[in-house]
């Protein structure tokens, strides 16, 4: 079983020179802002805007919210300063060379029970364990296939923003039923898209603001506030060829309006 200083040695003597930093999203239903931020590249300017003095050490190695029990290498840092800037502490790093070619690319197997988000990286060092390496650093989610996807907001976000190819190109080429399930209520939207690039324009709009233009999901979003679109997860019901008409895929939604009963207990108006 290899662990992180398997693959990014550091001496013994000079372990406790490091903070370890579990770099995840402030609010608990937007955990994956982080790793968003790296997939922008402004993950060492997400990491230096601070409430607290949280890296007062020489060095700061970060581990960013990859999923359940996984983290994504994100560097190491060299702690140089830190000011109060109105409201927070800024700090001023330096992004070392050491692992400087696995960012984005180690994956951390650690389950982490507690809450605290800065340790010492040398009470905890044996137990990050090796996942994986991807062969190319981190930047969204391959297209999985049309049955398999489903999406959280935030991997939305980074795939529409990053415009993916290998999610632009097939989301934009193909019509179909789409389903949004509220993961706090359980409640349901389904929708559909055709038109000028199909899936990819219908959920831009989404990735743009929450809600599509929906009118429950925009009374949610302006209830509850933005953040509140974090629970929405995608999914696609089913897909048609852009031959078929565009009345086809409404009957269709229809169809599954009523199998999931979207109306009645869901997000679905009509």
Same mark, same amino acid.
């Given at each position: 079983?290899?662990? +992180? ?5 550091? $001496? ?9 930093? +579990?770099?995840?999203? &402030?609010?608990?239903?937007? $955990? ?24 007062? /050490? ?20 060299? *702690? ?18 050491? %692992? ?8 951390? %197997?650690?389950?982490?029970?507690? /809450?605290? =988000? ?24 391959? +297209?999985?296939?049309?049955?398999? &996807? ?15 190819? *290998? ?11 789409? !389903? ?11 929708? =559909? ?10 959920? =831009? ?19 509850? %506030? ?5 629970? +929405? ?15 086809? !895929?409404?009957?269709?939604? *229809? ?7 979207? /109306? ?7």
């Amino acid at each position: 079983m290899l662990t +992180f200083l398997d693959i990014v040695p550091i $001496k013994e003597e000079n372990l406790s020179d490091y903070k370890l930093h +579990f770099a995840i999203g &402030v609010d608990s239903s937007n $955990k994956k802002e982080p790793l968003y931020e790296l997939s922008r590249n402004k993950f060492k300017n997400w990491q230096e805007h601070q409430q607290n003095k949280n890296f007062e /050490r020489k060095y700061i190695l970060s581990l960013i919210y990859y999923g359940k029990n996984e983290w994504i290498f994100g560097g190491i840092y060299n *702690s140089r300063d830190v000011e109060w800037v109105e409201d927070h502490y800024s700090y001023d790093t330096e992004l070392l060379d050491k %692992g400087k070619d696995l960012i984005g690319r180690l994956v951390i %197997g650690y389950e982490k029970y507690y /809450r605290q =988000s800065y340790c010492l990286f040398e009470k905890w060092c044996d137990e990050l364990v090796v996942k994986e390496i991807l062969r190319e650093p981190y930047t969204s989610e391959p +297209f999985p296939g049309y049955e398999k &996807v489903l999406l959280d907001f935030e991997s939305l976000k980074i795939i529409i923003d990053e415009e993916a190819p *290998s999610w632009k190109s097939p989301l934009s080429s193909i019509k179909g039923v789409y !389903v949004i399930t509220d993961e706090e209520t359980g409640k349901q939207y389904v929708g =559909s898209a055709y038109g000028e690039n199909n899936f990819w324009t219908r959920w =831009s709009d989404y990735a743009n603001n929450g809600h599509g233009g929906n009118k429950k999901l925009k009374k949610i979003i302006e209830r509850k %506030g933005e953040e509140y679109a974090d629970n +929405f997860q995608f999914s696609i019901l089913e897909i048609r060829p852009n031959t078929v008409g565009d009345e086809e !895929v409404i009957q269709r939604e *229809s169809h599954w309006k009523d199998v999931l009963g979207s /109306r009645e207990f869901g997000y679905n108006e009509n």
